[in-house]
């Protein structure tokens, strides 16, 4: 099974750091101030600027999220998460949907390789609807399917998995704390909601469960993103 990280509060920010230009991605971090300990690097920007960059960020003293969110067959994902092995990350993201041998070989070679790094399964992309699960030839509404997946993650020995906020009460419900929550989706109160349609407050997503917030735009779009960080953190810890 993956290895939880020893966290000293119940619930705890990520900053999405979603910036093309890599020099204002480490501007904003180092602007960030000390209230931050974790920077999610996704896709966009890994796929650009590469390993490189996720030292520099680990460097200015931050943790990482790595969010590939990997999905292959069995033998390649485990290679992924041995090729990773040696980068400064604490958290990377898999699907779930990948299936439970694919799971099973990740958590193998996290295990091998970097015991201290956290899996965590990603559910339902809250970009697919039930209509878009039919199109797939998928009968469960997302609401079942993110309990499914969990079920499956769950016989994997997966202990982390990246929900929308509406569905950490149905997943604390069916297991209790044996997984740790990141959710997306969350707007400080005033903030714009951007193109997020179910949002939460922070105080709201750690109250419903949420082991880990991620947020984005609410802070690397502010004037004083380090003001944000402390309200949020504040919020949190309320
Ligand atoms: O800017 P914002 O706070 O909306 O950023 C949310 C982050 O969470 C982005 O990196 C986005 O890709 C990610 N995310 C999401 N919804 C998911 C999974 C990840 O918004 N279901």
Known sequence: MGTPLETTKNCQLILALDIEDKTQAIDLVKRTGDGLEWVKIGLQMFTRY???????????GKRVFLD???????????????????????????????GREMMEWAIKAQQDYKPDLQLLGV???????????????????????????????????????????????????KFGSQFDLITPGIRPAGTDAGDQKRIMTPAKAAEAGSTYIVVGRPIYQADDPAAVVSNIVADLNL
């Open 68 to 98: 590939l969110k990997l999905h292959d067959i069995p033998n390649t994902v485990a290679k992924a998460v041995q090729s990773v092995s040696d980068l400064p990350i604490n958290m990377l993201t898999l699907h779930t949907c990948g």
């Open 123 to 173: 559910t339902v992309l809250t970009s697919t609807d039930d209509a878009g699960l039919q199109e797939l030839g998928i009968n469960e509404k997302a609401s079942e399917r993110v309990l499914s997946l969990a079920t499956l993650a769950q016989t994997a020995g997966m202990n982390g998995l990246v929900c929308s906020t509406h569905e950490v009460v149905a997943l604390k419900e």
């Open 50 to 60: 590469g390993p490189d960059y996720v030292r520099e960020i680990a460097d200015l």
